[in-house]
């Protein structure tokens, strides 16, 4: 849904959006319990400011980003927040913009002198989160899960000749790796670095349709989409890589002719958590790439709730959450407007939220909270990656992070799904807040999602700082499992996930709950939240790491 239509929702609008059972729940609430429920309605109220159509998608860089930036300025504002920005409350960041320009740009497979093409949109595509070179003819080789960790005794380059090559990988993590190695090693910047090392000059990755969150048939429509790197060289985790492409999956055994393995046998392997092996193939891949390359300035927006403490107010729990989405792009079911109503606007509102609430409340913790807004995630967590390499705090009084994205209220919230649950002594903190609010607490289920580093607390956590986020949790094989797994296949990064979904509004107050009682606990906390020392995440920490770069 989500076609042009009047911004203006109002609270027959959120009526309308509602589950029946949710509909009897705030009608009764309109008719009894209104000065309880306020909350909710202005939670929803912040939701349909940033996800109606008037503000087209939220894209990095747009008009309606700044104008959003500007909503939470205000917002910010009306809590009592000091600017925290360059610019009052807005810290302006700086992208590079790269699209391509399919029409004089190819990709072929040669072999045995023969050449075949590839159709760019079906068969795979160019990734421009990379800047690419012109062209490129390289040989090709199947690295497997494409990891390369000597700590952990797995080296699938074992054997391989990578120089001038570009690898070709499944974009899974296995199974024997716990879900933060999973999640580290399998982020594009991690793999890069492995790559390059081996003297790879590029990549081709290749997902497993099982566990997709976003199917080939909605992935590829935005290929045409500007991609955007940080201008600032020192923060562009891809340097030197030549070449990306995705692989259509039902597509890759146009990869893999004359090696004797097919993508089915390939993947059944990686469903099994089995290894898988590693192989020259005896193709070469060559390219063309015609790229239309720009800059734009887009908003982190920062406010301070200064802390009552004379000695802890200079130390800073960051409370995080994106404000950009997808845009406008290509249509699915007439709609070309990608909302992102859950995503994040969810998120943001819960911030605004908490901040309205400790303002009314007069509740300021002993140390400051430092509220942000980041732009840039869905182009690959920028925005906060800029903000934790120019904090407008020093940044070694950054001491915690707690980020908002996507948390999902699609159901009543009992459990409460926590990344990072078990690396630090936050984990303490989210599990007594949880007790106390009559919640259950899990880790994440599904580890090989690699949620942990794939939203804006990754950015704070490899600057040492420790972080949780968190979500409304589901039990495996239940109804609200399988609410979640159709929401991600159906609504995630679509033009549906807008006002017109069904949303439980009691899940978001008692999330808002969480986050506001969290925040304090953390802000009181008399000591510094530290990792723990069997985490994984407890090396970035080191003195003299980036944490103390300002
Ligand atoms: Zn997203």
């Not at 209104?34 to 008037?54: F, I, T």
């Not at 909503?71 to 927040?81: D, I, M, S």
């Not at 070449?243 to 055994?253: G, I, K, L, Q, W």
Request: proline share 6%; charged share 20%.
């Amino acid at each position: 849904m989500g076609r042009l239509r009047d911004p203006d929702g109002g609270f027959g609008r959120i009526l309308t959006n509602m589950t029946f059972r949710a509909r009897i729940a705030a009608l009764v609430c309109v008719l009894a319990c209104m000065p309880v429920h306020a909350d909710q309605k202005r939670w929803w109220s912040h939701v349909e400011a940033l996800a109606n159509d008037g503000m087209a998608g939220r894209n990095t860089g747009s008009p309606e980003h700044q104008k959003a930036a500007a909503y939470v300025a205000a917002a910010f504002q009306r809590a009592g927040l000091q600017p925290a920005g360059i610019d009052g409350y807005i810290q302006p960041v700086k992208f590079k913009t790269r699209k391509i320009v399919e029409a004089q740009s190819s990709l072929a497979l040669e072999r045995d002198g023969k050449t075949e093409p590839l159709t760019l949109g079906d068969d795979a595509n160019f990734s421009m989160r990379i800047d690419p070179a012109p062209s490129v003819s390289a040989p090709l080789v199947f690295v497997g899960y494409g990891l390369n960790i000597p700590e952990q005794h797995l080296n699938e380059f074992e054997g391989l000749n990578l120089r001038g090559a570009v690898v070709v990988y499944i974009n899974a993590t296995p199974a024997s790796l716990t879900g933060p190695l999973q999640a580290h090693f399998g982020s594009a910047g991690e793999r890069w670095r492995m790559y390059k090392a081996a003297g790879a000059i590029g990549t081709i990755s290749i997902s497993n349709p099982r566990t997709t969150d976003i199917p080939w048939a909605r992935s590829t429509l935005a290929r045409l989409q500007p991609s955007m790197s940080l201008a600032d060289p020192a923060l562009d985790d891809a340097a030197g890589q030549q070449f990306s492409v995705t692989m259509n999956p039902a597509r890759a055994d146009k990869l893999l002719q004359g090696t004797g393995h097919t993508i089915a046998e390939l993947l059944a392997l990686v469903d099994a958590g089995k290894a898988l092996p590693h192989f020259a193939i005896p193709t070469r891949v060559k390219a063309t790439v015609k790229v239309d390359r720009g800059d734009l300035v887009s908003q982190n927006v920062a406010g301070i709730l200064r802390g009552g403490d004379a000695r802890r107010r200079n130390e800073y729990l960051i409370v995080s959450a994106h404000l950009d989405h997808l845009g406008v792009g290509e249509p699915i079911n007439g709609d070309r407007i990608y909302n992102g109503a859950m995503d994040n606007a969810s998120g943001i509102a819960a911030m605004l939220e908490v901040a309205a609430e400790l303002h009314e409340r007069n509740a300021a913790p002993a140390r400051s909270m430092l509220f942000v807004a980041v732009t840039g995630e869905e182009k690959g967590e920028l925005g906060s990656k800029y903000f934790a390499a120019h904090p407008t705090v020093p940044a070694d009084r950054i001491m915690a992070n707690v980020n908002i994205d996507m948390f999902l209220p699609l159901f009543p919230l009992k459990t409460l799904m926590v990344l990072g649950l078990d690396e630090s002594d936050l984990g303490t903190d989210i599990r007594a807040v949880a007790a106390q609010l009559g919640l259950a607490v899990q880790a994440d289920p599904e580890p090989q999602r690699n949620r942990f580093a794939r939203s804006d607390q990754y950015s704070f956590v490899k600057n040492g700082v420790p972080a949780l986020a968190m979500k409304v949790g589901y039990e495996a094989d239940t109804p609200e499992a399988e609410i979640a797994r159709k929401w991600t296949a159906e609504r995630y990064h679509a033009p549906s996930d807008d006002l017109q979904q069904p949303i439980d509004l009691d899940a978001a107050d008692k999330y808002v709950d969480v986050l506001r009682e969290l925040a304090l606990r953390i802000g009181n906390r008399t000591d510094r939240p530290k990792w723990n020392d069997a985490s994984f995440f407890k090396r970035f920490a080191t003195p003299g790491a980036s944490n103390s770069r300002q």
